[in-house]
């Protein structure tokens, strides 16, 4: 029978014993949490990866608000749109109207009946917030406000902005006019993704125009260096906004807060949403696009292999400290026979991350393939049926 103070070292050295066991397998199979994102004092607000799409953090992102002048990140997208088009071009004159000219709000202060070249226009949008470029632009691109309206909203339906329509191309109050921080996501990362020549003025700390130098309202821009864009806007319905992008080691992050209640909250508030992001997240190109990462054998072709790959770079966003973690599995499809045209679809790769997918994209053609001649086809026959599974 144990004695008391035997018991008391047994049960001591037991709790030992169970600690010595349980406590590095704890630490081992512990999965690292992602920290909730922090409070943010807006209206709505989303951050979000722009080469992956993946949301980190979002409140009220599909609630259609009033966007002042964020609408005009729509304006100068489709302007961009229409001098890749080879319809506009940035040293072509525009001539001010007396509707443009008159315009209210925020101004570049452009002259009535003067020609001002699209370039500058569009930097007075950018950097100056004018909304008499505003309407300027509009008026030269589609003959009158109203038009250039519909033009925005085909290409905010193009893009997938569910909860966004457009009345004006300057963000001036209107009843039928609104977007959602979502929606203003998606635009932004599709401008950046499309127009990188051109997304650098929105960095631009300052334009002088009619010997008139404003600064740029994105307080961002002078705080932190990896900042480069976007823009802001305000009215008292809208409150304080601002849609900000930020790029730090090749991971670019796009922020769009809405509804805050000064200059320095709206700045504030896309600061914390960036720096929560870049601190727990990290992004990863795993493929290149349009490069080979599979050699398939193709059959009665006149080439007797066929290179696949991906569209596009291949990202993905997970918590930092994970990326040992990541899985990939190519699947080719089976008997490929000539002909191929590049770009068909010829199989899939797919990403996991602890047995939760985190993209899946197909492989395609980089090449055509044509059929061979008829010797190689006849011979590539030849050999299938003897390679059928069923074959004696």
């Known amino acids: 029978m144990l004695s008391i103070k035997n018991f008391t070292c047994f049960k001591f050295l037991s709790i030992l014993v169970l600690l010595s066991i349980t406590i590095p397998v704890l630490a081992e199979d512990a999965e690292i949490d992602t920290p909730a994102p922090p409070e943010i004092a807006a209206s709505a607000f989303i951050l979000q990866d722009h080469n992956t799409g993946k949301v980190l953090a979002e409140n009220n992102a599909d609630v259609k608000l009033a966007p002042a002048s964020l609408t005009k990140i729509m304006t100068v997208y489709v302007v961009f749109r229409e001098i890749s088009n080879g319809h506009l071009h940035l040293s072509d004159l525009v001539t001010v109207s007396q509707?443009?000219?008159?315009t209210s709000g925020s101004k570049m202060f452009i002259d009535v009946n003067t020609q001002v070249a699209i370039e500058d226009l569009l930097k007075g949008v950018i950097i100056q917030s004018g909304n008499d470029a505003s309407v300027a632009l509009a008026e030269h691109v589609a003959g009158?406000?109203?038009?250039?309206a519909d033009m925005m909203n085909q290409h905010a339906q193009r893009l997938g902005m569910v909860n966004s329509h457009f009345e004006n191309s300057d963000g001036l109050p209107s009843s039928n006019h609104y977007t959602s921080a979502r929606d203003l996501g998606i635009l932004t990362s599709a401008m950046i993704k499309e127009f990188p020549e051109y997304y650098r003025w929105f960095s631009q700390k300052e334009f002088t125009y009619n010997k008139i130098t404003q600064q740029n309202r994105n307080m961002l821009l002078s705080r932190d260096e990896s900042v480069d864009g976007?823009?802001?806007?305000?009215?008292?319905?809208?409150g304080y906004c601002l849609v900000a992008s930020a790029l730090r080691n090749g991971m670019r992050l796009i922020s769009v807060v809405m509804g805050t209640k000064s200059v320095q909250a709206r700045a504030i508030e896309n600061q914390n949403l960036l720096n929560y992001?870049?601190?727990?997240f990290e992004s990863h190109r795993l493929y290149?696009?349009?490069a080979s990462i599979n050699e398939a054998?193709?059959?009665?072709?006149?080439?007797?292999t066929l290179q696949l790959g991906l569209s596009e770079d291949l990202f993905v966003t997970i918590p930092r400290r994970l990326f040992n973690d990541i899985k990939t599995?190519?699947?080719v499809d089976t008997n490929i026979t000539a002909p191929v045209k590049e770009g068909d679809?010829?199989?899939s790769v797919n990403v996991t991350l602890k047995d939760q997918i985190l993209a899946t994209k197909d492989l395609i053609a980089l090449k055509t393939v044509n059929k061979g001649n008829i010797m190689q086809i006849l011979y590539d026959t030849a050999l299938q049926m003897i390679n059928k599974p069923d074959a004696k």
Do not use: C, M, Y
């Open 144 to 148: 009158n406000e109203l038009t250039f």
């Open 329 to 331: 599995e190519l699947k």
């Open 288 to 290: 290149q696009g349009k």
């Open 277 to 280: 992001g870049f601190r727990f």
């Open 99 to 102: 509707k443009a000219w008159r």
């Open 230 to 238: 976007v823009k802001t806007g305000h009215t008292e319905e809208a």
């Open 297 to 304: 054998k193709i059959w009665k072709g006149d080439s007797n």
């Open 345 to 347: 679809k010829l199989g």
